[in-house]
């Protein structure tokens, strides 16, 4: 039988979301760490993409010729593989991932100047590609595929304050259409639940056991006043993954 992959970014607000769709539908696939920069040509060979065009993660590839290079494709096409689809409304739950996406693109440039400025965040996101041993040396590895992360998708490494702002502006809008009190179930997830709980990952990343982050880089993710500022959403975010991850 084909096996499918999904190559992915463990710690990645896109590759969690795609993965989560995938696991809520019980679909079965083998699942593959990429490495920025020195992973590049692999995925591109994995993923094909039209010339010009940048090869992402998450990718998911079904084995039988089947290859999503998005994650919002990735939730629509789990979603025919399952018994209940996530997306009730496509049109809005497509808007929803494009408004998020936007200040996801910010934030992408946040946490990756924090980074590069944080020799021991570089030793820990090297330690996620090598042996603990070799995380020293390859952290300017590390470096790099950051600063080539930042450059592949065209992001400033110095517009961490306009990214906050759009990220509080988002929350802002997003945080009365839900409902905090309701009881979570996995019978009541929705992929617009998933998008905006992978979203909190860039305000507190949720808890180790769902995506494992040592403590600088858990830094770099965190956005201290947003969470103090959201407390009831990150609460919900937390309650949202106990119940349906
Ligand atoms: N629209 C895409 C965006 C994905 C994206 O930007 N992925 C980044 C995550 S940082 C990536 O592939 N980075 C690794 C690389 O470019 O090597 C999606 O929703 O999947």
């Known amino acids: 039988m084909a096996t499918a ?11 969690e979301r795609a993965r989560w769709a995938l696991d809520f539908h019980g679909v079965r696939y083998r699942y593959h760490e990429h490495v920025p920069m020195l992973g590049e040509p692999l995925l591109r060979w994995h993923a094909k993409p039209a010339k010009g065009v940048a090869a992402t993660v998450p990718l998911f590839v079904d084995g039988r010729g089947g290859r ?21 409304d496509l049109s809005a739950t497509r808007a929803l991932a494009a408004k998020i996406d936007k200040v996801l693109h910010g934030v992408r440039g946040r946490v990756t100047s924090r980074i590069v400025a944080d020799p021991e965040a ?9 042996p603990a041993w070799m995380a020293g040396l390859a952290s300017p590895v590390a470096a790099l595929g950051a600063r080539f992360i930042a450059m592949k998708h065209n992001v400033s490494l110095d ?12 929350l802002t809008e997003l ?15 929705t992929a617009g639940d998933i998008l905006l709980a992978t979203l909190l990952q860039t305000v507190e990343p949720v808890v180790a056991a769902h995506i494992a982050l040592g403590p600088a880089l858990r830094r770099a993710w965190s956005e201290r006043e947003l969470a103090d500022e959201f407390a009831g959403l990150v609460a919900w ?5 106990r119940a349906a991850r």
């Not at 998005?70 to 009730?88: F, K, V």
């Not at 517009?159 to 988002?170: G, I, M």
């Not at 975010?237 to 993954?241: G, H």
């Open 237 to 241: 975010r937390d309650a949202v993954y």
């Open 122 to 130: 570089l030793r820990e996101s090297a330690t996620a590609a090598v």
């Open 68 to 88: 999503w290079m998005d994650s919002m494709a990735i939730i629509e096409h789990a979603d025919t593989l399952g018994a209940r689809p996530l997306i009730t």
């Open 5 to 15: 992959s999904l190559y992915g970014l463990a710690y990645s607000p896109w590759t």
């Open 175 to 189: 945080a009365p259409t839900v409902d905090t009190d309701a009881p979570h179930t996995r019978e009541s997830l």
């Open 159 to 170: 517009q961490a304050r306009e990214s906050t702002a759009a990220l509080r502006a988002l």
